[in-house]
């Protein structure tokens, strides 16, 4: 039987040290548990296209097999945005880890046979996608179990749980493929994944109050801010996705004898940790100046990773591409945050400081969130294929790394317009710059 809360108050100081904290607490656990495993499915081709050798595939064509599970996960963010709201968010989260179980297997199936054609590699990436939707699915149900004060670390630990997925795969299956075959990329997931079901089936709890339907969360398609943060959050979470899944198959192309495999997790493990932070500054500066200041930072990694990929240094490169990880990771947690303010501060706004007000405005953010990520994700797609059209057209990155410079400099002007100039801010921007 599902196991339902009907009385939740995470914003009343005394219900929340009496049991909500616990309560909260658990669910945290096993929900990064589950997003983890579905970040690590998600991103299992950044290393399984630099195995592919045998098959002969192009650059272009390898950079294909990396961009689809982005594509295909950021348009599945959007259904899995509401699957918790509608279910419960220990049913959905069950469902969403057992479908890991279908491009887990079919994976480990392909790789075994030497004729499998390259049309059928591209359905099973697109098919990792599915470990895409349950990052918005995760963040959507966390949202609603801490109060506002706590919202950014909480948020900041659980997509950071789930970011280290990355790192996970990076570093691992390097060695899984190394002493079991390459159709052990696939298998080695497949108990993980059946434990994760389990745990969230036992441990974990649907909230009455996160109720919603899919009408109703929708609503929050036609809220410029919704579309502003998505714009911002591409260059954040997109970056770091992109970037994750990128840097393997980039450093074989530019530095073939390089060492990359070796140190290809560093980087998405320091953006996944650094994540945390990026929420906590917010907590305490506000999002909208640490996320202005970090995309100027981030302008200045690309010109850095520019210069380094010319020099003719791995060691160089590698060093220069931290800088990103670096501070996509802070702008992961900064954006993040500023999402349940934005939306909360303008729920108090509309309906004043009560709780039926913090819950609407709950629900609007739990939306929002969902389509952000979304969005967001793509940059993780865009990015890759920039790099293949890069290569295909002049055999070098230059030209994406030109266009990713030019797109942060816009998302630094768009950052600073709508949240943080003096002159003509809106209220609900003023609130998201203020220390919500």
């Known amino acids: 039987m599902a196991r339902w809360i009907a009385e939740w108050h995470p914003d009343d100081p005394a219900f929340w040290e009496s049991s909500g904290k616990r309560v909260a607490r658990r669910n945290l656990i096993f929900s990064i548990f589950a997003e983890h495993l579905g970040f690590t499915v998600w991103t299992l081709w950044s290393i399984v296209a630099t195995k592919l050798g045998a098959y002969e595939f192009t650059t272009d064509q390898l950079f294909w097999l990396i961009a689809l599970p982005n594509l295909i996960g950021s348009v599945l963010r959007i259904p899995y945005t509401f699957g918790p709201a509608k279910f419960g968010g220990r049913n959905f989260t069950v469902v969403s880890a057992l479908l890991l179980l279908i491009p887990a297997v079919l994976l480990g199936v392909a790789v075994s046979d030497p004729s499998t054609p390259y049309w059928l590699f591209l359905v099973i990436a697109a098919l990792a996608g599915f470990g895409g ?59 993980l994944i059946v434990v994760a079901a389990a745990c969230a089936w036992f441990f974990m709890d649907n909230l009455t109050s996160a109720k919603a339907s899919p009408r109703q969360q929708l609503a929050v398609a036609g809220k410029a801010q919704t579309w502003i943060m998505s714009f911002l959050y591409i260059g954040t979470f997109g970056s770091f996705i992109g970037y994750s899944t990128a840097f393997p198959l980039l450093s074989k192309s530019l530095f073939p004898d390089a ?17 945390p932070v990026g929420g906590w500054l917010a907590d305490k500066l506000g999002g909208a100046p640490v996320t202005l200041w970090n995309f100027a930072a981030m302008g200045g990694g690309v010109l850095l990773v520019w210069l380094a990929s010319t020099s003719g240094s791995f060691w160089l490169f590698f060093l220069a591409f931290q800088v990103l990880f670096l501070t996509a990771g802070i702008g992961n947690g900064s954006t993040y945050r500023m999402i349940p303010a934005i939306f909360q501060a303008k729920a108090v706004a509309e309906r004043g400081e009560s709780e039926e007000a913090l819950l609407y405005g709950k629900r609007q953010a739990s939306a929002a969130i969902g389509i952000i990520s979304a969005v967001g994700a793509l940059g993780g797609f865009l990015i890759n294929r920039a790099f293949g059209m890069a290569f295909a057209a ?31 801010v809106k209220v609900v921007a003023s609130l998201a710059y203020a220390r919500v």
């Open 133 to 191: 939707g349950n990052f918005a699915s995760s963040m959507a149900n966390i949202t609603y179990f801490y109060p506002r004060s706590k919202q950014g670390v909480a948020l900041g630990l659980n997509a950071a749980g789930g970011n280290i997925g990355v790192s996970s795969v990076q570093l691992t299956m390097p060695l899984v493929i190394g002493g079991l075959g390459l159709a052990a990329a696939g298998w080695f997931w497949i108990p």
């Open 259 to 275: 060492p990359f495999a070796a140190v290809a997790f560093v980087g998405p493990l320091v953006g996944s940790l650094i994540r």
């Open 394 to 424: 002049t055999g070098s990155p230059a030209l994406a790394f030109l266009a990713f410079g030019i797109f942060y400099v816009m998302c630094l002007a768009l950052t600073w317009w709508c949240y943080t100039r003096k002159v003509g």
